[in-house]
């Protein structure tokens, strides 16, 4: 039996940049399922993204998945692609195990805590004051610079990364320090600077999109200081769920935020194409 791909629609050239085309997932010429394959809007074109791949039920467990995968990833080194990424609902055990035996691998995972109604105490010591101008001129240049070298460290040339940085940080903070939504804060203990936390107040909920103890002061709990910060303004801003993005391979973060209660929702894959 052969399994092709025959596009349905023409390549489509979308608003954020980013291209993308719909096809079925055909053995020998039957329909059986749909793949939706594009660009990742964050990486550029130089990295492909499976957006959505479905099979039908009378044709599951037969391998169609897996060989819709491999060809998508040929279409996507016709489109000059070096990488190719999927995201994975925390549920979807099958679509896990179906890419990780195609060799990608895990990148970075979304993690959420519902939280309670009663903002969580700091520890004796600790306190949080919000970030000065001068406090977030020094520390955007630092977090900026990590951020790239984060995905510079999973495979994504030195150049896109810069680029994702800088773009990422214009579309989510236009305004600085003095962007809607936003909240920044430095955590001293006993009056000596510890830490920063950047928490966004979303629609539904707050999210966590950076939580740093500084270097000299690691080790000693200011983490998860930190993250009980994090919960404290989400709660006292009315968002009942509190998200967060960790790398893989961070081992520290995902033991505090474990201990803390927070439960994947959401797995990002990556493999290279050679």
Not at 202 to 228: C, I, N, P, W, Y
């Amino acid at each position: 039996m052969t399994t092709t791909l025959r596009p349905t629609e023409p390549l489509q050239h979308n608003a954020d940049g980013t291209r993308s085309r719909r096809y079925q997932v055909c053995v020998n010429s039957r329909p059986v399922g749909e793949i939706h394959l594009g660009t990742s809007p964050s990486l550029g074109d130089s990295v492909a993204r499976v957006i959505d791949l479905r099979i039908a039920e009378p044709d599951r467990r037969r391998g169609r998945g897996t060989v819709a995968a491999l060809a998508a990833e040929e279409v996507a080194r016709g489109w000059g692609c070096t990488q190719i990424e999927t995201l994975v609902p925390a549920s979807a055990g099958s679509a896990l195990r179906l890419f990780g035996a195609l060799g990608y691998t895990l990148r970075n995972r979304g993690m959420e805590k519902r939280l309670g109604a009663t903002p969580p105490e700091l520890p004796p010591g600790s306190r949080a004051r919000p970030m000065t101008e001068a406090d977030f001129t020094a520390w955007h240049a630092d977090e900026s610079e990590q951020y790239a070298r984060m995905w510079i460290a999973r495979g994504v040339p030195e150049a896109a990364a810069y680029a994702k940085a800088r773009r990422d940080h214009d579309t989510v903070l236009p305004h600085g320090l003095a962007t809607d939504g936003m909240v920044f804060s430095v955590l001293e203990h006993e009056g000596t600077r510890v830490g920063t936390l950047w928490v966004a107040l979303q629609d539904s909920k707050a999210f966590v999109f950076d939580v740093e103890a500084d270097a000299a002061h690691r080790g000693r709990g200011h983490g998860r200081t930190l993250m009980l910060l994090a919960e404290r303004q989400a709660i006292e801003a009315g968002r009942p769920v509190l998200g967060l993005n960790v790398f893989a391979g961070n081992a520290p973060a995902e033991r505090l935020y474990e201990s803390l209660g927070y439960e994947t929702t959401v797995r990002a894959l990556a493999k290279p194409l050679l």
